[in-house]
């Protein structure tokens, strides 16, 4: 195998005081924030519904998600719109908030290494944390999440 097929583009996503990344695979769009329309009883971490492409969008606080606190909305808050892959979302589609726009790079074994496995509570969407240079960024469990808004049961 060449070195070019052994990288892989992804997205490093800044969250309020960490960064999440992702395949780029699993991004469909970054998107202006708008204020979601809220549904009662959700989770803090269930933000509620954005109309996306004509339809309702789920948004998550990926913070409120790993217990911590929710980030306020700012100029530079966009939503990071998600494929869901394990076919549980009607939409197809997820969205989470974001802190600014996510940065490309492109990872390989020689600059991503596992930093962490715990740290978080059992339920938390998140695989682990790694270290790629001179980043501690957090991979996101996304099938987890898709499974947690699943049973928020907030899909349209």
């Given at each position: 195998?060449?070195a070019?097929t052994e990288?892989?583009?992804?997205?490093?996503v800044?969250?309020?005081?960490?960064?999440?990344?992702?395949?780029?695979?699993c991004?469909?769009?970054?998107?202006?924030?708008t204020t979601?329309?809220?549904?009662?009883g959700?989770?803090?971490?269930?933000?509620?519904?954005v109309?996306?492409?004509?339809r309702?969008?789920?948004?998550?606080?990926?913070?409120s998600a790993?217990?911590?606190?929710?980030?306020?909305p700012?100029?530079?808050?966009?939503?990071?719109?998600?494929?869901?892959?394990?076919?549980?979302l009607?939409?197809?589609?997820?969205?989470?908030?974001?802190?600014?726009?996510?940065?490309?790079?492109?990872?390989?074994r020689?600059?991503?290494?596992?930093?962490?496995?715990?740290?978080?509570?059992e339920?938390?969407?998140?695989?682990?944390?790694?270290?790629m240079?001179?980043?501690?960024?957090?991979?996101?469990d996304?099938e987890?999440?898709?499974s947690?808004?699943a049973r928020?049961?907030?899909?349209a």
């Open positions: 195998m060449s070019e990288e892989l583009y992804s997205l490093l800044p969250l309020s005081e960490d960064r999440m990344i992702v395949p780029r695979a991004v469909a769009e970054v998107v202006r924030f979601p329309a809220q549904a009662e959700a989770h803090d971490w269930m933000l509620g519904t109309n996306w492409n004509g309702d969008l789920p948004v998550v606080a990926f913070e790993i217990g911590k606190t929710s980030p306020a700012t100029g530079r808050t966009r939503i990071v719109v998600f494929y869901a892959a394990t076919g549980q009607k939409t197809g589609y997820f969205g989470v908030l974001t802190q600014g726009f996510p940065q490309l790079v492109r990872v390989n020689d600059v991503l290494k596992l930093e962490a496995k715990d740290g978080w509570p339920d938390a969407p998140i695989l682990c944390r790694v270290r240079i001179n980043e501690f960024p957090l991979i996101p996304l987890k999440l898709e947690m808004l928020e049961s907030l899909q």
